[in-house]
């Protein structure tokens, strides 16, 4: 049983956030920006629900790297992290388990940050802090 919430979260902060640039995949191109990077990350049984009829909830992950550019780049970043997180840790009950700047070393003038989120979800799709 593989059970994902990946592309609801997607849609969710696209609706949510009109002027950022939501994408499932890093680009092959430079995005617009500010530019929000939605992935899924592992999905594995969750041990302790397998009874006889197999897998009951899946552990799961989504990683979130949000990327801006110019004078207020830092402040931008840091205020749709916190809607994102809002949204993640408030609305659809998952754990933060990273939220920090990542060196960009790439191009300096592009600030990046990252969020990742932790979750138990059963087979109707609730949600539940790990």
Do not use: W
Not at 77 to 95: P, Q, R, T, V
Request: include cysteine; hydrophobic fraction near 35%.
């Amino acid at each position: 049983m593989i059970v994902s919430v990946v592309n609801e979260v997607l849609d969710r902060i696209k609706t949510d956030n009109p002027t950022l640039n939501v994408l499932p995949a890093f680009p092959d191109t430079i995005p617009n920006f500010p530019c929000a990077v939605v992935e899924e990350g592992n999905i594995q049984a969750h041990e302790e629900s397998i009874d006889s009829s197999g897998e009951t909830h899946n552990n799961g992950s989504i990683n979130i790297e949000i990327f801006t550019k110019g004078y207020l780049k830092m402040t931008n970043a840091k205020k749709i992290s916190i809607g994102i997180d809002g949204l993640m840790s408030g609305e659809y009950g998952m754990k933060r388990t990273i939220g920090q700047p990542i060196p960009n070393f790439a191009d300096s003038e592009i600030y990046r940050y990252k969020l990742t989120y932790s979750y138990v979800i059963n087979k109707s799709k609730t949600i539940y802090r790990r």
